[in-house]
């Protein structure tokens, strides 16, 4: 009776992370272009930008015959933002909620999923943009649900990556910048608009990219080939940096309110 | 309130509870205090062996200076600071309730934020949609109900934040509340004396109460038991009365 009673206690608490997440996500997604006068479309404009200007420039960066280009550049691009805005959004989410956080006792992992969730809305435009340009280009959707899959294990790994990076932002203040250089690193280093060179450098960077694996299996997976192998090895990074991200929150999830 | 009465029905127990802060004084970056050795920050020591034992159903004032502690006292019970030393022990369902208010969005529209904060607060969008009338009725906003916020006056966001925070505390149906300046109440005279009722209404519904307030005539008024603190000691305990005649002696010196 009492395991029951502890686990009715897991599932209520749980619905309740949810529910707080969800508020927060909805309104911080509402909020990112209220205002403006294309409200959610820049969800759409935005990566399109991107995308035709770096289709421009393509004899610039690709001299190799890549096929469904479009579709291979569209997905890195929005994959690629989706990890970027979410774990950018992270490292001053304490210090942006302090008021919050210091005027009631909301579960604080609420914070951090509700920014995944809200950058997951925002990605949820950017892939119907992504299934327009694959028809237009005649890939049938049945790559749908290798997405899905794929996309889980994604936000598992952002999730871990935001827990840790939501901490440290709290005690570096200095990360928010750091960040920003290490993403447009990050932007170069990995093939989003080129295709990997045989570089030795290059090659042993991307061993360890985890987005570089993501990347791949989510191209893949379009394009009906799925890589079973590369699947095990995201699997692996999303459930690692999640339960890893875990841990290190719960360490200093009660100090960070102290400092912010 | 100590007590060695057996029968005794603790509601919340702190024992030798500490706490320090860090405190930073000036915002000198981390190469310049790398190259002159300068430490910038010091500990502070906010709360100092705090102990109580406090029953059930009872309403306790605390009482101090600016900076004694008391909103210290209250997070850490919360849950909101974790103690560096001794421990808490709370039983029942604890909300904590500052006057500080939950953050409302100045782009968001007053029902939106009352969504938006009761969401927080973890109730469905259905009780909510339920309790809206009731939550804008309380705080007299109903020709504002789709304006900004930012568009309201100061008067009129301190009685959205009270009737938001009231109604959910209300509903919430806690064994212990903990109100932290929740007396600071804003709007026109009309709009405190309904609140100050509600809030009384609230208080002596049973559970077990703090107030940590600067309003010295409520806490007289309604707690049984004052703690007095000071530079995170307690400096006095016992009778409201007692506490707070002390207390307005100790300022008049």
């Known amino acids: ?161 935001c827990f840790i990076l939501c901490v440290l932002g709290v005690y570096f203040n200095d990360l928010d910048n750091l960040w920003s250089v290490f993403m447009r690193l ?30 791949t299996l989510f191209r893949a997976s379009i394009l009906g080939q799925f890589l079973f192998e590369t699947f095990f090895v995201v699997l692996f990074f999303g459930l690692f940096f999640f339960f890893v991200g875990i841990l290190f929150f719960n360490l200093f999830k009660y100090r960070i309110v102290e400092r912010i | 309130m100590d007590t060695h009465d057996t029968q005794f029905e603790a509601s919340v127990v702190l024992h030798k509870v500490s706490k320090h802060f860090s405190r930073e004084y000036t915002s000198s970056s981390f190469l310049r205090r790398l190259v002159s050795g300068y430490q910038n920050y010091s500990q502070i020591k906010v709360l100092d062996e705090v102990s109580m034992r406090i029953g059930k159903g009872k309403i306790i004032g605390i009482i101090g200076d600016n900076g004694s502690g008391k909103s210290t006292l209250l997070r850490t ?68 109900v789709d304006v900004k916020c930012y568009q309201l006056s100061r008067g009129m966001i301190s009685r959205l934040n009270f009737s938001i925070a009231i109604h959910c505390l209300a509903h919430q149906n806690p064994d212990i509340i903990l109100l932290d300046e929740a007396l600071f109440i804003g709007g026109d005279a009309f709009f405190r004396r309904e609140a100050l009722a509600k809030l009384s209404y609230l208080i002596s519904c049973g559970a077990t109460v703090f107030i940590a307030s600067h309003n010295l005539g409520f806490i007289r008024r309604y707690c049984s038991w004052t703690f007095w603190l000071d530079k995170g000691k307690i400096k006095m305990k016992g009778k409201s009365r007692e506490v707070i005649c002390a207390y307005l002696a100790r300022l008049s010196e």
């Open chain 1, 186 to 215: 990050l932007w170069f280093l990995t093939p989003i608009f080129y295709i990997p060179p045989n570089n030795s450098i290059f090659l042993f960077f991307n061993f360890f990219n985890p987005l570089f694996y993501f990347i």
């Open chain 2, 77 to 144: 019970i919360a849950g909101v600071y974790r103690a560096d030393s001794g421990s808490v022990f709370t039983y029942g369902k604890v909300i904590y309730l500052s006057g500080a208010g939950y953050g409302l969005k100045d782009k968001l529209t007053v029902r939106e934020n009352i969504y938006y904060v009761c969401g927080l607060m973890g109730f469905s969008r259905r009780f909510i949609d339920a309790k809206l009338y009731t939550i804008v009725s309380f705080c007299g906003l109903w020709d504002f």
């Open chain 1, 1 to 161: 009776m009492e395991d029951c009673s502890g686990l009715m206690s897991f599932v209520e608490s749980f619905e309740q992370l949810m529910r707080t997440s969800n508020t927060i996500a909805w309104t911080g997604f509402r909020l990112r272009n209220e205002g403006s006068y294309f409200g959610v479309l820049w969800y759409l404009f935005e990566p399109l930008f991107l995308f035709f200007v770096l289709l421009s420039l393509r004899p610039v960066f690709v001299k190799e015959a890549i096929p469904y280009y479009p579709v291979y550049l569209l997905t890195g691009i929005i994959i690629f933002n989706f990890f970027s805005k979410a774990t950018h959004y992270s490292v001053s989410l304490f210090s942006r909620n302090a008021s919050l956080l210091k005027s009631t006792n909301i579960a604080r992992e609420s914070l951090v999923f509700g920014g995944v969730l809200q950058f997951l809305f925002s990605h949820f435009f950017e892939f119907l943009l992504l299934l327009v340009v694959s028809l237009l280009f005649g890939i049938t959707p049945g790559w749908f649900f290798w997405y899905l899959l794929v996309l889980v294990a994604f936000v598992f790994f952002i999730c871990g990556c």
